[in-house]
């Protein structure tokens, strides 16, 4: 349900020698729309309208690029000419996974998940929600905005070097974030709810990716306030709208996961790390370049780690200390991942250290949700 976090908006684009210039994140939400009897015409706000010139490459600065990095979205990903698959990219299925993990967790929280037929496809089209939905209309929505910083971090991504036009960027957007909207209300139908909880997180949750992306919130400039808000959109809002799916969310469960969510935190700054060149000629006021490199890696480290230390804590204060024991042995590999890549250089092996540590953040996260099971 995290990925219910995202909107939309366009900016007329610059072009240097027939190359469309265009940075990548998370979120979204229309900023103004006008409708013609043509098309819809979506323009952000005029604080973003500074055009950067920056030279873009001809192609990817690696020539062996991997085409399955390119259907997950990520760095060292081949260069791709059908748009399928494109479009594919721009919704970054990486960043499904702990989403669709976020709903498990809730099911899970509720105590109310059975494995029969029904709650099975609930959960599966919950997910699909959550996931290629809104996580996809969230990484597309954060791709427009970003285009302008990625034409200097990564310019040889989709949208900057203009491999897939506006109008096909824009479509992709609403029709993902429809999709979303829809599945969500049918599920509040499904499960018999007489308020619409579901829908309303899906729409809340948009609504704080749209700050957290456009202007003139853009929350994304404060590192702190927007690495909390993308880091409690991909842990709170699944778990909620899969709680919510299959029980009731409680007082105790919201502020449990919004604590959890400083570690989201954590593992935003991770991804801050290697657009800190784009920030800075942007104006960002990401961690990594507010405190520099060094800080922010430290800081990074104690979020996530002091975060679950402290959850732990709370597990063994509420007398399950065999889930607390569970969850500290699920953070001391992490501990050790953090020595190896993080500490070392976040920069050069940010994708090996998510890739290695993450598993464990989300398995504590169902650790504590079986704990907490009502």
């Known amino acids: ?174 029709v993902l974030f429809l999709a979303g909207l829809v599945i969500a209300g049918g599920l509040d139908v499904w499960a018999g709810h007489k308020f619409p909880v579901v829908f309303y997180l899906a729409l809340g949750g948009s609504f704080i990716s749209y700050i957290y992306s456009a202007p003139p919130l853009k929350l994304k400039q404060n590192g702190w306030i927007g690495n909390f808000a993308l880091g409690s959109s991909y842990i709170s809002l699944p778990w909620w709208a899969g709680q919510a799916l299959f029980g009731t969310l409680t007082p105790d469960i919201i502020v449990l996961t919004l604590l959890y969510s400083i570690a989201g935190l954590g593992i935003a700054i991770v991804n801050d790390f290697k657009s800190i060149e784009g920030d800075r000629a942007m104006g960002l006021q990401s961690l990594p370049v507010a405190f520099g490199i060094d800080t922010a890696k430290w800081i990074c480290v104690g979020a996530i780690d002091i975060t679950q230390l402290s959850v732990a804590g709370y597990l063994l204060a509420a007398g399950k200390p065999y889930y607390a024991l569970a969850l500290l042995g699920l953070v001391l590999p992490q501990i050790y991942f953090q020595t190896q890549y993080l500490l070392k250089d976040p920069i050069k092996y940010d994708v090996k250290y998510q890739a290695s540590a993450q598993p464990f953040l989300i398995l504590g996260l169902l650790v504590t949700a079986l704990a907490t099971s009502h």
């Open 1 to 174: 349900m995290a990925a219910l976090i995202n909107t939309l908006a366009a900016i007329k684009l610059s072009s240097n020698n027939g190359i469309t210039h265009y940075r990548t994140r998370t979120f979204i939400s229309p900023s103004s729309i006008s409708l013609t009897r043509r098309r819809f015409t979506i323009r952000a706000a005029d604080t973003d309208t500074d055009e950067v010139e920056a030279q873009v490459p001809d192609k990817a600065p690696s020539k062996d690029g991997s085409s399955f990095n390119q259907l997950l979205g990520i760095k060292g990903a081949a260069q791709e000419t059908n748009k399928w698959k494109i479009r594919l990219q721009l919704t970054k299925p990486v960043t499904w996974p702990p989403l669709v993990w976020g709903v498990v967790c809730g099911a899970a929280a509720s105590g109310n998940f059975h494995w029969t037929p029904e709650d099975v496809a609930k959960s599966i089209l919950c997910m699909m929600m959550s996931g290629p939905c809104l996580t996809g209309f969230t990484q597309t929505l954060n791709d427009w905005y970003d285009r302008e910083i990625d034409a200097i971090n990564e310019p040889y991504r989709p949208i900057p070097s203009g491999a897939i036009s506006e109008n096909e960027v824009i479509t992709q957007i609403w």
